[in-house]
């Protein structure tokens, strides 16, 4: 099993996170739950979306626009299974101290 | 002299002269007592699994208060101002409003619980508790205030007194959800506030502005915009 180096990176895990457990959620909304800046989030958001793990929806609420991701089934899959690889190493772990 | 300085060779004379005081370069990585050596990649794994979980929770704390449950508490809120104005009973009115706070506590409960199953989540995770452990303070000391008032008959204090424990409740509890929520716990206490000092008379309609108006605008903002 090979570890997805696109979602191992904090920021672009968090994102997945937050959208997989918030649902869509607001570019301010998600900054702050990350804890980093616009030009930051910009970035590692753009890359999931290359990767069509988020979709980013651009509109307007009243006169203000507004920026929202979504998580897609493929960005759902790979959390996933990024998950379950981060369980298995701790099971792996657990196994190889228990039989020492 | 010519002679010693062509011995003293010019490299030797401008790189290579000793410093009084040697220059100490620290690493700028701290000395980590605990480490011996690189992070085992099992600790690395479960530092990963806590930090999604942690993301996870603070995602779900924006969308955990029903706007819905809001909406429907308000409308609970404005029949029973209705039904408490008609009234000239105290103990009557004193009554369906405390008949209302029971239904609307169950229904916005019930709006909370279904729209935390709708996104797969429980209303035991870390923010779901810290609501519920920032609200009940206030809304303890509102139901001993409750029974103190009622008991030396003072009912005209009990208006201003809900709207701002309520108000007190909802802004700390607030304080882990979407920011209209402790937005709308400052309008109750600004409302109770008022209540207190200066409109006793609109008793009635104080508490139907603010347990029904305020919930239905902000139960509709919160609806509108966080996902029911």
Redesign the interface.
Known sequence: MELDRLIHE?VR??LL?????????AFS?LKE??GTTDGNLSVHARKLEDARYIVCNKGF?GRTPRTEYNITAKGRRALKRY?DH??A??R???EATDSK | MLRSLARRKLCNIKYLTKLKNRLIVRPMRAKDATSNGPIALDRRAIDNLRFIRETMERAVAFTAVSGWGLILTGVVACVAGVLAARTDDRRAWLEVWLGAAAIGFSVSALAMWRKARRSQTSLLSKPGRKLMINFSPPISAAVLLTAALVRSEQFDLLPAMWMLLYGAGVTTGGAFSVRPVPLMGVCFMLMGAFALFGGSAWRDGLMVASFGGLHLVFGFLIARKYGG
């Open positions: 904090r895990l968090g996170s937050a959208l997989a457990a918030g649902g869509p959620l909304e739950i990350v609420d998950l981060m369980e190493l701790i792996a772990a657990r």
